[in-house]
Structure formats: structure tokens, C-alpha cells
């Protein structure tokens, strides 16, 4: 593994620059600094430092704008409260940072993490097309992503619920009820989760042998948009429940129907995904598939520490709850 005399052989200079760049000194240029860090991390110089527990720093790294974190009730708060539970008591240093789409593309991710020594993240929040999701397929330093799946990397794990099984148990519950042209409501499909739920849900409809069209769904970047482009929509199509893919699409679906003077669930039932802390309070309650936030946050630590102990954790599913309230209703 690379060594500061490697870099400093390779890129010409002096050890002692090496150092001052790798430990942000003053009198070193942003561009030498920017070289030296780049050059560090393509010769594995990230790996090394971790291995000499050079740092007991992590970090919780959070997309702006994608995942609200900062209150309790905000589904990324559980996450990081349920990381920092058991990070903080194995002797961490966890650091919550949001990322911007200006940082990615500026600084790659191994670089980001050598310059402001972190040994390892636990990633909320990032989308498909963004910068760092394709550093990612080939980083050193360790990266738990939630949400998000890289194939191929032993240095990336992920965590999350088993989207599988929460959209069968809401098709299979609906079923029961009787129900059996169902409609999907969802957000933009360039996120993976959104992407997963969907075609986790027309997996449970062919696999309980209900009409699978693809019309019967809609998806949207923007809530309200979904809301008055595809609620209505389905409505003619003779839906007589909607599943959505996460809880607020879901709450705007039923404070949309009650304009609307439709009845749920009597005239149609809905469910919602995640179970966040206003499910119980919508009106009606609403009916869910359920993550449990703090635990999720608690495997992305035991899947942090897994690779940073150098073993190549894959994925960790929990498994979905299905909470009965009051938006669902026999057809």
C-alpha cells in the first residue's frame, strides 16, 4: 500500500509537502493540495491511513434537499439518532454533513472523505444520476448507502427494508379486502427506492393474480403534481384502492379525495409506505407499510463497521410490517 514517500516519488515533490496536504496546512495551494489528495487515493492512501486508526471519525452524509433530518419526525432524524447510538458508544466521532450537487461534482468521494479524515459514511438521500453514485462503483474508503445499491464494490455495503415484502403484504391485504383493480401512485422514478417499489409492486400483483397494466400507475417528482395528474386518472379507470409509495403521496391522496367528496375508505382505500410519524393523525389514519427508522440507522453501523474490519458486508434487509388503520376498507 501506498506510502507519503510513494506519493511524493510519483508526483515529484517533497514528503514534507505530502504531509502538510494531507493535514490541510495553509501554506500548500488548493490546486497542489487537490493533486496530492487525488493522487493519494488513486494509490490506496486511504486504505492505509484507516488501517493505522489514523481516525475515529465517520460521517452521516445526507443529499440537500433530498432527506429532511434536522427535527424529530423527519425520517432522516431516526436514522442518524439510531447511527449514533451505537457509533458514539464503540468510541466515533459521527459528524452529520449535507452534500450538494456542487460538492459531488467538484470533489470526488474518496477525496472528500480523505481531506476532512473520515475513515467511513452511512449515505441518506442520494439519487442515481448523482456525481458521487458513480465513485461509488469504485471507492476505497468504506460507504453504507441506504436506499441505494452498488454491485461489485467490497468497500460499499447497503441497508434498507425488503421493498419485496412490504408491497406484497399491501397487495395480499388488499386482496383480502377484495379488492382487485389496484392502483400505484409514486414519486419520480430516478430515485432506486421508488424505482425498487414499483416494480416490487407489480411483482405482488401478478404474483396474487391481479391485472398488472401499466396504466394503473403514475409517478411524479413533485407531489401535487402526481396528485392532479394521475389521481384522477386512475379514479376513471376504476381503481377501488391505491397503493403509494411513500406516506405523504399518500396523505395528499387523501386530503385530494375528501375535495373531491370521496369517502375513505368507501370509496376507495389507501396505503401508504414507510409509516411516518403523521400516519396515525391523517384523516383517515392511514394504513402502511412500516420502516423502522432507528433500527435501519443501527444496521448501517454494524454494516460500517463490517467493512471497515475488512469484511465485504452486501446488503442487510429488514423486514416490513403492514399497520392496519383506518384507510383501507373491504371494496
Sequence with gaps: ??????????????????SKALNDAPDISETLRKTI?????????????????????????????????????????????????MAEPAGLTVDVVPFTDKLQKSTPYDVFM????????????ISLNDAWMKDFRTSHTPAVLFDNDIKGNPAVASVGVDNNEGMELAVEYLKSLGHKKIGYLSGAL???????RHRAFYGALKQNGLSSDPQLSGSSYYISE???????RLLDRGVTAIVCSHDQLANAALVQLKELGKRVPEALSIIGFDDLPISPYTDPPLTTIRQDRPKLGKCGYYALDSL????????????????????????
Design 37 to 85: 489528495l487525488e493522487t493519494a487515493v488513486e494509490m490506496g492512501y486511504t486504505k492505509m491511513r484507516r488501517r493505522r486508526s489514523v481516525s475515529k471519525k465517520v460521517c452521516v452524509l445526507i443529499g440537500e434537499g433530498n432527506m429532511e433530518y434536522t427535527s424529530p419526525g423527519h425520517f432522516g432524524y431516526d436514522l442518524i439518532i439510531g447511527f449514533r447510538k
Design 226 to 232: 402526481c396528485i392532479q395528474k394521475h389521481l384522477p
Design 114 to 125: 480523505l481531506e476532512n479524515d473520515y475513515i467511513g459514511s452511512f449515505v441518506l438521500g
Design 308 to 331: 471497515l474490519n475488512d469484511v465485504p458486508i452486501g446488503t442487510i434487509l429488514l423486514h416490513s410490517q403492514l399497520v392496519m388503520r383506518g384507510s383501507c376498507g373491504p371494496i
Design 190 to 196: 430516478g430515485s432506486q427506492v421508488f424505482l425498487l
Design 1 to 18: 500500500m501506498a506510502t507519503i514517500t510513494d506519493i511524493a516519488d510519483k508526483l515529484g515533490i517533497s514528503k514534507g509537502t505530502v
